[in-house]
């Protein structure tokens, strides 16, 4: 997702489509992404250090967007 503060152009326009169709009570619409993958790990610790590494590398722009993930 993008951080607080930082303009989310896609967010505006599906939020100006909305109220085009009547749905006036929406506001604030944000739009993000969802990235799954499977990772062989030894353990827990280790697989969310690494999808921790990932993200911060490459996965999210930490400079303008916040992530979080969810191991299963």
Excluded: Y
Excluded at 16 to 35: C, M, T
Excluded at 50 to 60: G, Y
Excluded at 61 to 72: P, Y
């Amino acid at each position: 997702m993008l951080k607080p503060g930082v303009l989310d152009v896609q967010g505006k326009a599906i939020e100006g489509a909305l109220h085009g169709l009547g749905f006036d009570a929406v506001s604030e619409v944000r739009v993000g992404r969802i990235i799954e993958l499977e990772l062989a790990a030894a353990d827990r610790a280790a697989a969310e250090a690494e999808v921790k590494a990932m993200c911060e590398r490459l996965l999210a722009n930490t400079v303008i967007e916040s992530w979080r993930a969810e191991l299963g």
